[in-house]
């Protein structure tokens, strides 16, 4: 029987096959662990710092879990699937294109791996061919038609499929009218069955020992479970990557959620009042479509209340975040609902009368969105959802458009995780490089994502931080706390300082948005006259392209907030500088934040120690982890926030750190 000795030790038979490792003792101690835990049907959660090769160290022991695949006679009884999610695209695609072809070519077992995507990325054939039918009556414009023909020709060229696939970028709208739904799909009896690429990506799934999905398709998944029906095959152990994510995504696809945006959006397919376009034109469907007019009126009514009721409480309102918590139910009334489902039932009914099942089914599933849809809104409205915090979320997108969303999120989703995962699964493997807070405490993550059995195991990274690494606490900065302005003033001048040390080839990570926008306007003409490369977070760039952006470019500095303190990885001398403006600290004015520390309050808790500090520690610790990303980089973490030095909880942010040279410097002058 093969062991991971024989595959991952000096001298195995991927290591002959990689470089760029100091040593392979702690992937290897990884391995060993997540093989027992697989074997011994246990939990298990892993720190293994950057540059363990965590990737390896997992999917080694989870291939040769798989040996009794080789021999299996009756799928029911010894097939094994083991699904492995994590929270970036990067992540992915690693795995897929990278790390387990290697593992295919060196472990001598047969297995498949397929990347899992949600039924929504995937074209449907036979709803393009109506698409494209009904174009100039579906269709508001002629640029969303024009996009019908290029995606034809690209669906009789690709192998795989799905919108990530496709050359050009699709809008929504024409997305939405095309891709693959439950509820518009005739299964068997389509005319497309044979070739369609959902189905064909389902039959892989089935067929496959490993898949690989994100955090939102497998959290989406685990929620569909509970109402008795799922998306993915069943599964005997899970591998979370990029763990410290896992409780956030969680309370997204455990929770709810429902946005005037949708509720337009749905409407606006079914019929354009101002073009005469859509779906109930396409069928001659005037009674409905008068009632798509009252219920866009109602729409409007309805999150007009909303707002209403946002300005009469903004006192409660977190005005930066413009989020809004709603502490009893029946704060308006509600008639859009019932119009939705006389909707629905108007539309239901005329489908009964369509003789092609192409058309009678598109309009079954227009039926049961309005329903969906109605039903969160009175679901929310009334509170329905027990141990949950419900909010409004209200604010201006860039086009000025108004955006009003309603909200609900589990107060602890701990519970819920560990009912419908860790007491169904036989083994979840939860790794990342930022777990543990302090030296070694795994006690925040495991209540976070309710874990009371199983085992933990703490690796350092292999890289040398000693000699890579120098962690520069700046004194004499005032407390941003108490006197934020100061703070950021003081901010602004220790950036010029520190920018110029590295000569640029640094990132810039701030905690709060507005701060960062004021920040790249008093740094722009600096910058420019030193001929520094600015890219900003600010600009709207997508984060990817921002990313290759700044790696392309000599003497940059890029701006940063939430997204850009994890998951972001630059190696080499592009970034040899991260300065970090201020604890990570969570603002308590955002509604779920405030309910976890009320309910750890009421609980005779200490919201700050159990829930904030770590919480900080962990940000903290990702965004530090993004300077040293191999064996040859080197540089500084400049941290501007003297509560680092002058509080006791500081120590807790430095001990939690990979052992490095911590120096102290006074304010530049």
Not at 28 to 48: F, G, P, S, W, Y
Not at 165 to 185: A, F, G, K, Y
Not at 222 to 251: F, K, M, W
Not at 528 to 556: M, T
Request: aromatic fraction near 8%; charged fraction near 25%; hydrophobic fraction near 40%.
């Amino acid at each position: 029987m093969l062991t991971v000795e024989d595959i991952l030790a000096d001298g195995g038979s991927v290591s002959r096959r990689l470089e760029g490792y100091e040593s392979r003792q702690p992937q290897l101690d990884m391995a060993n662990a997540v093989a027992r835990a697989i074997a011994d049907k246990r939990h298990l959660v892993v720190e293994a710092g950057t540059g363990v090769g965590k990737s390896l160290g997992y999917m080694v022991p989870a291939i040769l879990s798989l040996e009794a695949n080789q021999s299996a006679t009756s799928e029911s009884e010894t097939k094994r699937r083991i699904v492995v999610s994590t929270n970036t695209i990067s992540l992915q695609e690693q795995l897929v294109n990278k790390d387990l072809p290697l593992l295919n070519s060196v472990i001598p077992l047969e297995f498949s791996a397929v990347l899992a995507k949600g039924r929504g990325n995937y074209v449907s054939l036979r709803r393009l061919a109506d698409a494209r039918k009904n174009a100039g009556l579906l269709f508001s414009s002629e640029g969303e038609a024009s996009q019908l023909d290029p995606i034809n020709a690209w669906s009789g060229e690709t192998a795989d499929g799905s919108r990530s696939d496709l050359p050009v970028r699709v809008l929504p709208q024409v997305w939405d009218e095309i891709r693959s739904d439950t509820s518009n799909c005739l299964g068997r009896k389509c005319p497309r069955h044979s070739d369609c690429f959902y189905y064909s990506a389902r039959q892989r799934l089935q067929n496959a020992d490993i898949l690989v999905v994100n955090h939102a398709l497998f959290f989406t998944d685990l929620a569909l479970r509970r109402l008795g029906v799922n998306l993915l095959p069943d599964y005997q152990c899970v591998i979370l990557d990029e763990a410290h994510t896992v409780a956030d995504v969680a309370s997204d696809h455990l929770g709810l959620g429902v946005t005037m945006g949708q509720i337009d959006f749905t409407l606006s397919r079914l019929y354009n009042n101002r073009s005469n376009k859509g779906l109930l034109v396409v069928h001659d469907l005037g009674d409905a479509q008068k009632l798509v007019v009252k219920c866009t009126l109602a729409a409007n009514e309805f999150f007009g209340d909303i707002q209403g009721w946002v300005e009469r409480t903004a006192g409660n309102a977190n005005r930066k975040s413009n989020t809004y918590r709603v502490n009893k139910p029946g704060i308006v009334a509600n008639r859009l609902s019932k119009l939705m489902n006389q909707l629905a039932d108007r539309v239901a009914l005329a489908a009964e009368d369509i003789k092609s099942p192409a058309a009678k089914q598109n309009l079954v599933s227009a039926s049961d969105r309005l329903t969906a849809l109605s039903g969160s809104i009175e679901q929310w409205r009334k509170q329905e959802i027990e141990d949950c915090v419900y909010w409004v979320e209200s604010s201006f997108r860039r086009s000025g458009k108004q955006h009003i969303g309603l909200m609900a999120a589990p107060v602890d989703v701990g519970p819920l995780i560990r009912e419908n995962l860790f007491d169904k699964v036989d083994s979840v493997i939860m790794a990342s490089a930022t777990i543990a807070v302090g030296e070694s405490s795994f006690d925040f993550f495991r209540n976070r994502v309710g874990l009371t059995r199983g085992d933990n195991l703490k690796l350092g990274s292999p890289f040398n931080y000693q000699e890579q690494a120098e962690l520069i606490v700046v004194h004499g900065m005032a407390n941003p706390s108490t006197n934020r302005d100061v703070h950021e003033r003081q901010c602004i001048d220790a950036i010029r300082h520190y920018v110029d040390r590295t000569d640029g080839n640094a990132f810039v990570l701030f905690t709060s948005y507005e701060f960062l926008k004021r920040a790249e306007r008093d740094l722009r003409s600096w910058m420019i006259e030193r001929d520094y490369g600015i890219f900003s977070q600010a600009s709207g760039v997508a984060r990817s392209q921002l990313l290759d952006q700044f790696k392309e470019s000599p003497r940059s500095v890029l701006f940063g907030t939430a997204s850009f303190w994890q998951g972001v990885d630059v190696q080499g001398d592009s970034l040899q500088n991260v300065i970090i403006t201020k604890l990570p600290f969570s603002v308590p004015d955002q509604p779920l934040l405030q309910a976890r520390l009320d309910s750890i309050r009421e609980s005779g808790g200490n919201p700050f120690n159990e829930y904030q500090l770590p919480e900080a520690v962990i940000k903290f610790k990702q965004g530090f982890g993004r300077l040293i990303r191999s064996k040859s980089d080197s540089g500084i973490v400049v941290v501007l926030d003297p509560r680092i030095r002058t509080k006791p909880y500081g120590r807790v942010f430095i001990s939690s750190l990979p052992k490095c040279k911590v120096v102290q410097e006074p304010l530049p002058s």
